[in-house]
């Protein structure tokens, strides 16, 4: 029976469930050496994040409930990428959205996708990017509104890919029976949903068929588990590898794609269904004309987005007839 560990973004053990307490530690132990020192810094999120400010319209920073100026715009962006690639992911796209709507934009992070789901719930952000997996979640729970999504290679789809390290002799899944396995986050399509529908297929599920399951919280820190040998294997998103992998970074080049899944709908911009429509409007109308604008094309191009596009929920079917809880063997 596998044993599930799951490590916060700063790559600290939560409780570890029907574990095996030697392996548990020696997990402990390599984290400690040899990942935590590769993490980028400012990854702990049980501390306020510096405040960064880029221009008088953009603001960076983790928010405490209740102190955000009535004119300044939340938008959350989900932890598929650690918050330190996330910062230089997002912020130049974040900086054109503030200037455009001529108002300060605060982004928020939170450790979970189910945290950003709650703030949107809750109202508590105007808008956000969320995953796959996310979006499906709370569109069913409380009409999770789509915004825009992202057109990637001509289409606003997207993959699960399966990887090991570079050097490994693992040449498909079922090579991977009895070994380490990371997760990225419970919500997530690509990174548990899909890989769990992979295993359906194959007869199997992940306490059945890993010695051991970790989430990792992000993407790329499933990239770099693999990349250091912290584990054998893991299902990411398509998106972040092949961006990471673009620009030449160590821990894609260290590992290899094994498995492609079927393609699901993209990861999109969404909003709670009673947000203000004139900022609704608003903040569709930028992201579907940036890729109008010289500089717009620029910033688009370097995080690999073509542009934006109004998409209809149906886009997602594939990815909700897979969400964790509904696959069986």
């Not at 008088?56 to 959350?76: F, K, S």
């Not at 330190?84 to 996708?113: D, F, H, M, N, W």
Request: proline share 5%.
């Amino acid at each position: 029976m596998a044993s599930t560990i799951r490590i916060k973004i700063q790559m600290k053990l939560f409780p570890v469930m029907n574990s095996r307490i030697p392996t548990a530690w020696l997990l402990l132990f390599k984290f400690v050496f040899f990942l935590v020192p590769l993490l980028y810094s400012g990854c702990d999120r049980k501390e306020e994040a510096p405040r960064i400010s880029l221009t008088d319209n953009l603001i960076i920073e983790r928010p405490q409930q209740g102190n955000t100026p009535p004119d300044v715009i939340n938008i959350a962006i989900a932890a598929m990428i650690s918050p330190q690639e996330t910062y230089v992911s997002y912020k130049a796209l974040i900086k054109i959205v503030s200037e455009k709507l001529g108002q300060p934009i605060k982004i928020v992070q939170r450790k979970t996708y189910q945290e950003v789901n709650d703030l949107i719930e809750q109202k508590l952000i105007d808008a956000a990017f969320v995953c796959t997996g996310a979006y499906v979640t709370g569109h069913d729970k409380f009409g999770m509104e789509l915004l825009v999504a992202p057109v990637v290679n001509d289409a606003p789809l997207y993959y699960s890919y399966i990887i090991v390290n570079k050097n490994s002799n693992f040449k498909d899944l079922e090579a991977l029976e009895g070994h380490k396995f990371a997760f990225t986050d419970p919500m997530s399509n690509t990174g548990h949903s899909a890989p769990i529908k992979m295993l359906a297929g194959l007869d199997q599920s992940p306490e059945n068929f890993f010695s051991e399951t970790l989430f990792t919280y992000s993407h790329d820190n499933s990239i770099k588990a693999v990349a250091h040998k912290i584990v054998d294997g893991a299902a990411v998103d398509s998106l972040v590898w092949d961006y990471l992998n673009k620009k030449g970074h160590h821990d894609t080049l260290m590992t290899k794609i094994i498995l492609k899944s079927s393609p699901y709908g993209i990861p999109p911009v969404v909003v709670h269904p009673e947000t203000d429509r004139s900022l609704k409007k608003k903040l569709a109308q930028i992201f579907l004309e940036m890729h109008n604008s010289e500089t717009g094309r620029k910033i688009l191009q370097e995080i690999m987005i073509e542009r934006f596009v109004e998409v209809n929920d149906d886009i997602y079917d594939s990815a909700r007839k897979i969400s964790t809880g509904t696959v069986r063997k």
